[in-house]
């Protein structure tokens, strides 16, 4: 019988199909695994683990005043940034994160911990707690399921268990790390709902950057960013400063497509023209090894820097005003016992025929650097009863109305005597005994008389003086871009719904003067002056005046004066204008003014508040004939206003330069 199976078939095909085997073998080797070029890539670059979106920053735009003085600029700050999805898949977080700090501590860097529970044992929530973390911590017990009155020791125990903190790291470590995660945690479960990168170190030293970006931690990124710099002293309560954004902002900010730790204008020039300063951020593609190295970075989106922008602040002009203010504020409190000191004061300068705001200074100042100071703006968001200051608002009612022409004359009396309830004297009678005379309007704003005004209001009625009020800018907003306040016109009205009781007929008397509930800051007075020197034109008040590109080749925007409103009995304005000339040549101002080379408008103001000391008001434009500038000078218990007008005069002196120095006027001379 025949075998089908044979030994040598067995043996032949066993080598022809090794054989087979072995070519298709060499291939795919050839083509799977020997390429030579890919194993030379493989073997310098590790394998891909992990590919992250990060932001580039763009470049925040400048701020210069307006003869192009850099105010506010830009420097390179480096960010210790941890990224928490790229963290958590490193399994060693708390490892990272105890190089971190030390490395921080290393090089006497405090990093980020607004964790509100003590540094160390015994652990309690911090005193000082904001609301802001007030409202993190509560969302953080409340994902937790922790009870809302858990003991901080508690909660800490809590912690190092829910974060794998071994015992054997001592408290005060233990307390750092935890802090650190819970900053990173605490951004999933609070008020933003998304995970978000934490900012473990803000502009750090370069050398800082520099070891951490050497040891390629996990999730752990150094962003370059422009630190904002000012290049000047003064300003700060225009210039303002950046923050991050807070959960009120986000919300804000958002739809404009902000990221959440974005940097945003928190006050003065960096909020108001924020859309102008900041830029556009870039997006680029980074991949990196399991051991944390990068591979390859792409750059999806260039960024694109901001714009800058020219304020309408001419800073020599600001600077003189901030120190003359301050030198007078300072020379008054050296002479005066604790409760009688100056407590602010401001200084307000607007271009007439612009509208553009030139000074604005407060006292306290405000440092926009270390934030040092009282941020409180008294030039835009102070409110003071404007004194005698007033009584142009008080003659063109009674002008229109035809209570006085401008020839109408009234006996000063010394007290009005029409109510016996009420019986207010002339300032020149209370100081003196004496009386003004016979006064026309003009007269009466010359030497300030009350007694004429008392008439004048009484007779004309508080409803048109608070219309000639408003006809002046009072009672709204200038349209400034920075935070300011709109006053308070006083009328019947106003005074039930606010204080709940009745007008009276000492009330007309008192707002006739300029006390009583008128309110307005010193911009608005300033701008009121404007509108006076300017024949009747009220102009919408601005800060900016003009954006250029980033790279200063192109405009975006140049402010062009606007007319909010014209007062058309340009006739009576004239006879307000006259008046006030005649308070500088005749008048209550004429000691500081009367000489000066350049003709100046003005009028005085006295605030009695309640306080032993009264306040100054002053206000002026110049030059008279042909007018440029109008200033409004506030001193909370500056005695009176003709005790403060040499700092306008100061200020005049640098707008005008070379016409010479002050004139003092005594500290508490009884002067309207």
């Not at 904002?228 to 003064?234: H, V, W």
């Not at 109008?630 to 005049?652: F, P, Y």
């Amino acid at each position: 019988m025949n075998k089908f199976f044979r030994p040598w078939r067995l043996v032949a095909f066993a080598a022809f199909f090794a054989g087979v085997l072995s070519v298709y073998a060499v291939a795919l080797y050839k083509m799977q695994i020997y390429d030579p070029a890919r194993e030379l890539a493989e073997a310098e670059l590790p394998p891909v683990t992990t590919t992250r979106a990060e932001t580039i920053r763009a470049g925040r735009g400048d701020i210069l005043d307006r003869n192009g003085k850099t105010l506010v600029t830009s420097r390179t700050a480096y960010d210790v940034v941890l990224s928490w999805p790229e963290m958590r898949k490193a399994g060693n977080i708390n490892d990272v994160i105890r190089e971190l700090i030390s490395l921080a501590s290393s090089e006497g860097v405090a990093h980020s911990d607004t964790f509100p529970i003590s540094p160390g044992a015994p652990y309690e929530y911090r005193y000082d707690m904001t609301q802001a973390q007030k409202e993190r911590l509560g969302g953080y017990l409340e994902y937790f399921e922790l009870d809302a009155d858990i003991s901080a020791a508690d909660l800490i125990v809590w912690m190092k268990k829910h974060y794998g903190v071994p015992y054997t790291i001592g408290v005060a470590e233990a307390r750092l790390i935890i802090g650190v995660r819970y900053e990173l945690e605490t951004r999933a479960i609070t008020e933003l709902r998304v995970f978000s990168q934490y900012i473990f170190a803000e502009d750090a030293p370069r050398e800082l950057a520099s070891k951490i970006s050497e040891r390629a931690f996990p999730g752990v990124i150094v962003e370059t960013r422009g630190k904002r710099e000012l290049a000047t002293e003064s300003a700060g309560h225009l210039l303002g400063y950046l923050g991050r954004l807070d959960a009120k902002d986000y919300e804000k900010y958002e739809a404009l497509g902000y990221p959440m730790d974005a940097l945003v204008g928190k006050s003065g020039a960096e909020a108001a023209f924020e859309q102008y300063l900041r830029g556009a951020d870039g997006t680029k593609i980074v991949r990196t090894g399991a051991d944390g190295t990068v591979v390859s970075e792409e750059i999806r989106r260039e960024p694109s820097p901001g714009s800058n922008i020219y304020l309408s602040i001419d800073y020599d002009l600001q600077e003189t005003a901030e120190k003359a203010l301050a030198d007078k504020i300072e020379l008054l409190n050296l002479e005066r016992e604790e409760g009688k000191r100056v407590t602010g004061g401001a200084v307000a300068v607007t271009q007439v025929k612009t509208g553009e705001a030139l000074a604005l200074a407060s006292y306290p100042a405000f440092d926009a650097e270390t934030r040092a100071g009282d941020e409180f703006n008294r030039a835009t968001q102070g409110l003071y009863n404007p004194g005698s200051t007033f009584k142009m608002v008080t003659a063109l009612a009674g002008l229109r109305a035809g209570t006085i022409s401008r020839w109408t004359r009234i006996e000063d009396q010394g007290q009005y005597m029409e109510y016996p309830s009420y019986r207010p004297r002339c300032w020149l009678y209370a100081a003196v005994g004496a009386t003004h005379g016979l006064l026309d309007v003009v007269e009466a704003l010359t030497v300030s008389c009350n007694y004429f005004f008392y008439k004048v209001g009484n007779d004309t009625m508080i409803t048109p003086i608070a219309n000639a009020a408003r006809d002046f800018g009072f009672g709204a907003a200038t349209g400034i871009e920075i935070s300011e306040s709109p006053g308070i016109v006083a009328t019947p009205d106003y005074k039930r719904e606010v204080l709940g009781v009745g007008w009276w007929d000492a009330d007309t008397l008192l707002v006739s003067i300029g006390q009583g509930l008128n309110s307005f800051t010193p911009l608005q007075l300033a701008n009121y002056t404007a509108t006076i020197a300017g024949g009747g034109v009220l102009r919408d008040i601005t800060l900016l005046r003009s954006v250029k590109t980033y790279d200063y080749a192109g405009e975006i925007y140049e402010h062009v004066p606007s007319e909010r409103s014209v007062i058309p009995e340009g006739d009576l304005i004239e006879i307000l204008k006259e008046g006030m000339r005649g308070a500088v040549t005749a008048g209550t101002a004429g000691d500081v003014f009367g000489g000066y080379k350049t003709p100046v408008a003005a009028k005085t103001g006295t605030v009695q508040t309640g306080s032993e000391i009264n306040d100054g008001v002053f206000v002026a434009y110049a030059p008279a004939d042909d007018p440029e500038i109008a200033i409004a000078v506030v001193v909370e218990k500056g005695g009176s206003g003709a005790g403060i007008m040499e700092i306008a005069r100061v200020v005049m002196d640098k707008y005008f330069e070379g016409q010479g120095g002050a004139v003092a006027v005594g500290d508490g001379e009884l002067l309207p």
